[in-house]
């Protein structure tokens, strides 16, 4: 990932569905070329962020795509972050059209603010003004 930001990296996840960024009020998530997230395949993650973020401190999801990958729509109905009650949002990054319009199908699924962004620098601006509140 390159650096685009002054926060302080807490730890670096290298998982079976990519890699992960944990930071105090996000996590940045580079998904492997080809992944197809399913829920099952988020059960390394789940303790990690629980670890990082327990039950008080307000964090965003950041899907940094910049490889292309598929995601289960309606898997966000029962994702397991929308249960923590301060995961604020979902930002997702995408840079080509394709791209940004399965997010606009993801949207209808999430039942936490998902907003799309072309750069990944936007992403964590919305986190820290927006988002964490």
């Known amino acids: 990932m390159k650096i685009i ?6 730890k670096k996840y290298d998982l079976n569905l990519g890699t992960y960024y944990f930071y ?3 996590i940045i998530a580079e998904i492997k070329e080809g992944e ?3 829920l099952g395949k988020l059960h390394d993650l789940i303790p990690i962020v629980q670890k990082h973020y327990g039950n008080d401190q307000p964090f965003t999801y950041i899907s940094d795509r910049i ?6 729509p ?7 972050l929308i249960y ?5 949002g979902y930002g997702v990054v995408t840079y080509n059209s394709i791209s940004t ?13 998902f907003y799309n962004f072309q750069d990944l620098k936007d992403a964590i601006e919305w986190t820290k ?5």
């Open 5 to 10: 930001s002054n926060d302080t990296l807490i």
């Open 24 to 26: 105090d009020q996000y």
């Open 36 to 38: 197809v997230i399913t």
């Open 67 to 72: 490889n292309s990958h598929s995601i289960i």
């Open 74 to 80: 309606t898997d966000y109905l029962d994702c397991p």
């Open 84 to 88: 923590m009650d301060n995961f604020k």
């Open 101 to 113: 319009m399965s997010t606009e199908i993801e949207k209808h699924f999430a039942k936490r603010p």
């Open 129 to 133: 003004k927006e988002a964490i509140k």
